[in-house]
């Protein structure tokens, strides 16, 4: 028989599992998730056929994907287009597709999440809540095909998607130049809405390139809090942390404009628009990496932002890696998630690829989390083995600017 592998303990992974624990724990999320009205409905409950829900389970292997009609939402989300080995340019293509009639029950669950976050009945604040909740309740349509037009030329096929609606699926683009942008449409039928036109980005093989964490690196989310998540998610105008708007544009000036940026989040996909809207307001362009599982819940929401989000996030470093794996890095975090140990991690998997690394220290972390998130120790532990001079730790974004100066300036 076999057994699971454990996390020895005192390593800095299990020390992350460990904070992730605590802080639900003592921030209270099991009850806020257990006592959240139902939300949407799974794949198993969806109006799908037996044959389509049984062949999704196949993903892109299913031999008879189902076409998008003529009232189903259709998002496509924008990319970076690398070289592969044989010198040819790919790209990941990733599409949702949803069914456009929301859950009968919306009313009662933006009363729901009105009350949490201390709203009274008939709030004007309840119209945001109904419009950012939406992507939540909308029925996923598994096993979909979304056919684009790449450039106005090539056309693509991706799929089909899986139980949770979404595709991933890497394709052999056209040539391109560094730095050019290409928009591809969807190719559906007429009164399908949704996000229908998408960018890709072209990045040559070597050059800087930026993973910046969203949730209280670059924006406020409050993710030690269940009830903060909620409010800042589905209530706040979405705020981004004070000086990094400043911080980013600068790092953009230093690495080139061309320079491709990720922002990888723990927040899963329902946030895309959300998300995509908060990127182009404030920060540089780039591709927004998020997290695909509990698709339809908002307790799946709090899950995602505090549950195994090291081993989420080194998972998609290392298919950055796999895309750019001459590209010299700069990676950008905070202390409310695992980002340090995630990050070390990553230094240690591809000795060389990380250049640089920064950590936004939380200050009101004590009161919302656990204080040791913010202990020398901790990130001493994250980045165990590394050089100190590799990764610094923050409060105020303009002191980084001389660190990425120095950095970039040296090359390395």
């Avoid at 624990?21 to 037996?50: I, M, W, Y």
């Avoid at 949702?96 to 009968?104: E, G, K, R």
């Avoid at 980002?339 to 640089?356: Q, S, T, V």
Wanted: net charge neutral.
């Amino acid at each position: 028989m076999s057994h699971p592998r454990r996390t020895p303990a005192g390593t800095p992974r299990a020390q992350s599992i460990g904070f992730e624990k605590r802080t639900r724990s003592e921030c209270g999320f099991d009850d806020v998730e257990s006592s959240l009205a139902p939300f949407g409905v799974s794949a198993s409950q969806t109006h799908q056929g037996n044959l389509t829900k049984i062949l999704s389970y196949l993903g892109s292997r299913n031999p008879f994907p189902a076409q998008i009609g003529k009232d189903d939402i259709v998002w496509l989300l924008d990319n970076v287009a690398f070289r592969a080995q044989n010198g040819n340019w790919h790209a990941e293509f990733v599409a949702a597709a949803f069914d456009h009639q929301a859950s009968p029950k919306l009313v009662d669950l933006v009363g729901d999440i009105a009350s949490r976050v201390g709203l009274s009945k008939g709030d004007k604040e309840e119209a945001t809540i109904e419009k950012r909740i939406a992507p939540f309740v909308m029925e996923v349509l598994p096993g979909r095909q979304v056919n684009l037009k790449f450039d106005n030329a090539a056309d693509i096929r991706l799929g089909p998607g899986g139980r949770n609606g979404i595709s991933s699926d890497v394709r052999k683009v056209t040539d391109g130049q560094e730095g050019a942008v290409t928009v591809s449409k969807a190719v559906v039928p007429q009164g399908v809405t949704g996000m229908l036109e998408m960018k890709t980005v072209y990045a040559e093989p070597e050059g800087w390139a930026v993973i910046s964490d969203v949730d209280d690196t670059i924006k406020v989310t409050q993710t030690s809090s269940p009830v903060g998540i909620l409010r800042s998610t589905f209530v706040s105008q979405p705020t981004p942390i004070q000086g990094m708007p400043e911080l980013y544009a600068y790092i953009q000036t230093m690495v080139t404009s061309s320079a491709p940026w990720f922002y990888l989040s723990a927040s899963p996909y329902n946030l895309y628009p959300f998300l995509r809207k908060f990127r182009d307001d404030y920060f540089p362009h780039g591709q927004l990496i998020l997290r695909d599982s509990n698709l339809m819940t908002i307790s799946g929401l709090l899950s995602n932002l505090t549950l195994g989000t090291e081993k989420y996030k080194v998972d998609r470093i290392e298919k950055i890696h796999r895309w750019l794996p001459r590209r010299k890095m700069i990676l950008i975090g905070d202390s409310t998630q695992s980002d340090p140990e995630a990050y070390g991690d990553a230094c240690r998997m591809f000795p060389g690829w990380i250049k640089l690394i920064l950590i936004r220290k939380v200050e009101d972390i004590a009161a919302v989390g656990i204080h040791e998130k913010n202990d020398p120790q901790r990130f001493e532990k994250a980045f165990e083995d590394l050089p100190r001079e590799l990764w610094h730790v923050f409060e105020d974004p303009a002191e980084c600017q001389e660190l990425i100066h120095k950095t970039v300036t040296a090359g390395l």
